[in-house]
């Protein structure tokens, strides 16, 4: 269940977006992810800030792909107009370089509505710690 502020269209379309954007990624599509993606959109992690054609480059060239990606218990989601913030925590499994990389992390996603449909701007992770 997620915990809900907004709209129930805005509310059941972030989340049809956020899996569907997942399911891209662990399809390792590079023009799906691209569809989910702003022009400006950048991941914030532990190793620093990267733009969305260093990410989708590496997806194309098959350095960086996906096996798993899951959402670990509910979201929270908040619509403030124009603009939703996701929050979960996820776990993924990543493939770079020939190494594995197993992760447990909290996933913030910052989405803003365009044309009439919602695309991400901002991706934050944070590895998730013992609880």
């Not at 908040?78 to 370089?97: E, K």
């Not at 992760?103 to 803003?112: F, G, H, K, L």
Request: charged share 30%.
């Amino acid at each position: 269940m997620t915990e809900e502020y907004g709209t129930e269209a805005d509310l059941r379309e972030i989340e049809r977006v956020a899996d569907a954007w997942a399911a891209a990624i662990v399809a390792d599509d590079a023009d799906a992810m691209a569809e989910f993606m702003a022009e400006e959109w950048c991941m914030v992690a532990p190793t620093g800030i990267d733009g969305r054609d260093k990410l989708l480059s590496l997806v194309r060239s098959g350095t960086l792909s996906h096996s798993a990606m899951e959402r670990v218990g509910p979201a929270r989601l908040r619509v403030y107009g124009d603009t939703a913030v996701w929050s979960a925590r996820v776990t993924n499994t990543a493939h770079y370089g020939g190494e594995r990389y197993d992760a447990d992390e909290w996933t913030t996603d910052v989405y803003v509505r365009r044309r009439g449909r919602w695309v991400c701007v901002l991706t934050q992770t944070t590895p998730a710690g013992s609880e």
